[in-house]
């Protein structure tokens, strides 16, 4: 039971969550189950509770702590860095909640909708018929009008909870609807209008969070993903606009964009990679003539002190110009901190099929990857980092017939890449190799497949010993009935390669070594003598 004291303050929390927590999001609705599902499962320990917080171990997949924040639950954490709150949070409040026995009383108060309060007319803001003239979607297009659209849009929107984070997210779903009920009619100029709306929206986030001075922690934990959101806009909508013949009216609109876009890079550097990336797309796929692009490397190669962002857009710049050296020798001077973004570098030279260049770009890739891992030293992210690196080497190592080039990025991004190089070893059928991996990885003879044994022993049963002999040796030192047994079985396996390779008194002379080193492990050697490794020696 719950101690008197705290009761009060459980019941504030229990408030403020069911504030927080909106009953009609599917999204949400999906949480508050998983989180009670961890609950009702006991996969909640180590529960601490104080007049401050409450915190807590959460068995998940992979194990979480979780810090609960009673007095103002916008201030919790939790180690899986989820957006807003996670499961692992749910699952605690409802650990203590139910120390109370009021689980299922929160969950059916939080379900019922909430009472809606009676319209008050006189507070609509009601728009006369001039106001509504000023609507983009009623009126020709406008390059400067659309701006002071998003803007004013925004900052009325935005300016009650810029100082609120909480809220930032629900009020840019808002906008978002706002700015797309304006878009015009005319599908060309509709993807045109919401592309520029979302690159205008994404500046205007970055200078909102610069000039609140919002902590790296407050955005990712509330408003993180919209910045995402708004970089997979700026994606769709050039897809969409790519299936348009561009009228020599866009062109404008265009150039104005180009220098909009460009403002991006220098805003806000804690949203460094989404910032690149929106500018490396536009410029990618909608700012495609030469004479831009010398125009904007030339300004960009003069700034007398260029920041990492600027850096970065030049090496892309030059990618696009083909001006391959200059770009090489830039990014061997970025060395380790450039590496996140030279995949999206290695993807458009394999669309391309431009496999010289390619090249070019994967051998610095290639020669840093190692370092950045060990950097980074988070271990799914540099998982997943080392899967995109092994995609992007694939299609250049096969058209090229440079498979050592391959197998030098996987040797590279070990441990990320043993499953990859695994296969990629016994397909080759360097089982050499693949043995010395398998060492490497410190993973015995009990992980291979009978298969995989098989296939070893026809062709060179030598490449087992390794394996039975450190095996061997690791069940031994377990000192348990069950694993001197497996240790047996696998020394009378031992003892048939051996005898194969007529190597008999070399399995002797290891079991005399082995028995004389166990001399105090009486219940290995009575195993020995269950399995007829030894007589005499009784």
């Known amino acids: 039971m719950l101690h008197e004291q705290y009761l009060e303050h459980l019941s504030h929390c229990a408030k403020n969550f069911q504030e927080a927590l909106d009953s009609s999001d599917p999204l949400t609705q999906k949480i508050v189950e998983k989180g009670l599902l961890l609950y009702r499962q006991n996969y909640v320990s180590q529960v601490k509770l104080d007049d401050e917080t409450v915190t807590g171990i959460i068995q998940d997949v992979n194990p979480a702590k979780a810090m609960l924040n009673i007095h103002d639950i916008s201030m919790s954490t939790c180690t899986c860095f989820a957006e807003g709150y ?5 699952a605690l409040f409802f650990s203590v909640l139910g120390q109370a026995g009021k689980v299922s009383t929160w969950l059916s108060d939080w379900r019922q909708p909430p009472k809606k309060a009676p ?17 983009p979607a009623n009126k020709e297009p406008d390059y400067q009008e659309w701006v002071e659209f998003f803007t004013d849009t925004f900052q009325t929107l935005m300016e009650e909870n810029s100082n609120r984070p909480a809220g930032i997210s629900e009020t840019y779903y808002i906008y978002m609807r706002k700015l797309k009920n304006a878009a015009p009619q005319q599908n060309e100029w509709k993807y045109l209008y919401l592309l520029v709306g ?11 969070s610069k000039d609140k001075n919002h902590a790296d922690g407050v955005i990712n934990r509330y408003y993180r993903h919209i910045f995402q959101d708004l970089l997979q806009g700026v994606q769709e909508y050039l897809n969409r606009l790519a299936n348009f013949t561009f009228p020599f009216s866009f062109d404008l609109f265009l150039e104005k964009l180009k220098d909009d876009s460009t403002e991006i890079l220098y805003i806000h550097e804690t949203i460094s990679f989404e910032s690149i990336q929106i500018y490396r797309v536009l410029w990618t796929n909608l700012f495609t003539k030469k004479q831009w692009r010398l125009d904007e490397l030339r300004k960009l190669e003069g700034i007398m002190s260029p920041i990492f962002t600027e850096k970065v857009a030049a090496v892309h710049l030059q990618v696009l110009l083909r001006e391959d050296a200059k770009a090489g020798h830039s990014i061997q001077e970025l060395q380790v901190e450039i590496m996140p973004y030279m995949l999206y570098w290695l993807d458009i030279l394999n669309s391309k099929r431009e496999w010289n260049r390619l090249e070019l770009y994967l051998t610095p890739f290639i020669q840093h990857i190692k370092s950045y891992l ?4 988070e271990f799914e992210f540099c998982h997943e980092f080392t899967s995109m690196s092994i995609r992007a080497a694939t299609p250049f190592c096969h058209a090229k ?6 197998e030098r990025l996987f040797m590279q991004a070990l441990p990320y890449s043993y499953r990859k190089y695994e296969d990629f070893l016994y397909e080759q059928k360097q089982f050499d190799k693949w043995i010395d991996l398998y060492t490497y990885m410190g993973l015995g003879i009990d992980m291979l497949s009978k298969e995989q044994i098989k296939t070893l022993q026809e062709h060179d049963q030598q490449l087992l010993l390794s394996l039975y002999h450190r095996s061997i040796q690791e069940h031994i030192e377990q000192k348990s009935r069950d694993h001197y047994r497996i240790a047996v079985r696998q020394m009378k396996k031992l003892r048939t390669i051996y005898k194969k390779l007529k190597k008999q008194q070399q399995f002797e002379l290891f079991l005399t070594m082995t028995l004389e ?10 195993e020995c003598r269950k399995g007829k490794l030894i007589h005499a020696e009784e």
């Open 86 to 90: 996670c499961r692992h949070q749910l």
């Open 119 to 135: 319209v008050d007319l006189s507070s609509l803001p009601l728009m006369r018929a001039s106001d509504l003239l000023k609507n």
């Open 401 to 406: 017939n440079r498979l050592d080039i391959l």
């Open 517 to 526: 080193r166990t001399k105090r492990l009486r219940a290995f050697h009575e």
């Open 198 to 208: 979302h690159v205008i929206t994404f500046k205007l986030f970055l200078s909102m």
């Open 374 to 377: 060990q950097q980074e030293n």
